[in-house]
C-alpha cells in the first residue's frame, strides 16, 4: 500500500484551516496543521512534506517569507507550494510566482479546486522527479565511464570542467546535483549570453516547459547555485538575472 502523500496547510484562520484539513483527509491525504510560517518550518524539519499550502498574511513569519525559506533550502526546493489567500491583486500573484510559488488558491476555496490543485502539483512534481532520478543516473555513468579531460571552462575564480563534472571557486571543489551542474555549465559555455528559462528547463529537467512552469522550475536551482557559490541570500552575484527573459553568467570576481 503507498504511503499517503503529506500536505502542510499554514493558516492562522482556526476555521479555515479546519475545512481545508478536512477536504483534503477525506481525500486520503496526510495533513499536518499549523497555525503560522514559524512553526511549519519546524514541521517540515521534523516530517516528510510532499506539499506545502499556505496563507500570505500570518503573523511572526509571513507566507512570502516562508516561500524564501523553502525554496532556500536545497532539500525542499522542489516541493510544490500553493498560496491560499484573499490577496488576488495581479501583483501579488506576480511576487509571489517570482519566488517561486506553484499556484494561488483565492478564498473562498471551492473544495473541488483545492483538491484539484492539490492533486495536479503533486503529479507533476512526481514527473519531474521521476525526470530527475534518470538525469541523475545518466550523470553517474558519464563519471564512471570518462576519465579524460576534454577542456575546462574558466570564469575568474570559477573553473568547471564538463567531462569530469568538476566545479572549483578558487580551486576549492563546489558539490552541485546533477541539474545544478548542467544548467551552470550551460549558461557558463556561453558567457554573457542571456539564456531562456525555457532553454534551461530542457537542459534541466530533459522536457519543454514554458514561462511561469519554466521560471518556477529554475528559480530555485540558481539560488541553490548561488549560496553554493558563495554568494550570501540576496545576492545575484556571477549568475544574472534578466527579467522576463532568463539568466547569464558573467565572470566571477
Known amino acids: 500500500m503507498s504511503e499517503k502523500p503529506t500536505v502542510l496547510i499554514a493558516d492562522d484562520h482556526a476555521e479555515l484551516l479546519e475545512s481545508l484539513s478536512l477536504t483534503l483527509e477525506l481525500e486520503g491525504f496526510h495533513v499536518l496543521a499549523v497555525t503560522n ?5 519546524e514541521t517540515m524539519e521534523s516530517n516528510k512534506v510532499d506539499l506545502v499550502l499556505a496563507d500570505i498574511s500570518m503573523p511572526g513569519l509571513n507566507g512570502y517569507q516562508l516561500l524564501e525559506r523553502v525554496r532556500s533550502d536545497p532539500s525542499w526546493v ?3 507550494f500553493i498560496f491560499i489567500t484573499a490577496r488576488a491583486m495581479d501583483s501579488d500573484v506576480r511576487y509571489g510566482k517570482e519566488l517561486g510559488a506553484d499556484d494561488y488558491l483565492t478564498k473562498p476555496i471551492h473544495p473541488l479546486d ?3 490543485a492539490v492533486r495536479g502539483k503533486l503529479r507533476r512534481a512526481r514527473q519531474i522527479a521521476d525526470q530527475s532520478n534518470t538525469l541523475d543516473l545518466n550523470s553517474a555513468r558519464k563519471m564512471r565511464t570518462n576519465s579524460d579531460a576534454l577542456g575546462a571552462i574558466v570564469l575568474g575564480r570559477l573553473r568547471i570542467e564538463p567531462i569530469k563534472y568538476n566545479v572549483f571557486v578558487d580551486n576549492e571543489p563546489i558539490m552541485l546535483s546533477a541539474r545544478e551542474f548542467a544548467l551552470l555549465k550551460h549558461l557558463a559555455s556561453q558567457p554573457g549570453v542571456v539564456v531562456s ?10 522536457f519543454k ?3 511561469e512552469e519554466a521560471g518556477a522550475l529554475i528559480r530555485p536551482l540558481i539560488r541553490s547555485i548561488r549560496r553554493k557559490l558563495g554568494y550570501p541570500v540576496g545576492e545575484t ?3 544574472e538575472n534578466i527579467r522576463g527573459v532568463g539568466y547569464r553568467i558573467t565572470e566571477m570576481i
Not at 525555457?198 to 534541466?204: A, I
Open 209 to 211: 516547459a514554458y514561462d
Open 237 to 239: 552575484g556571477c549568475i
Open 114 to 116: 483545492l483538491i484539484a
Open 37 to 41: 510560517g514559524r512553526t511549519a518550518i
Open 197 to 206: 528559462t525555457d532553454e534551461l528547463v530542457e537542459v534541466t529537467h530533459k
Open 78 to 80: 522542489g516541493i510544490p
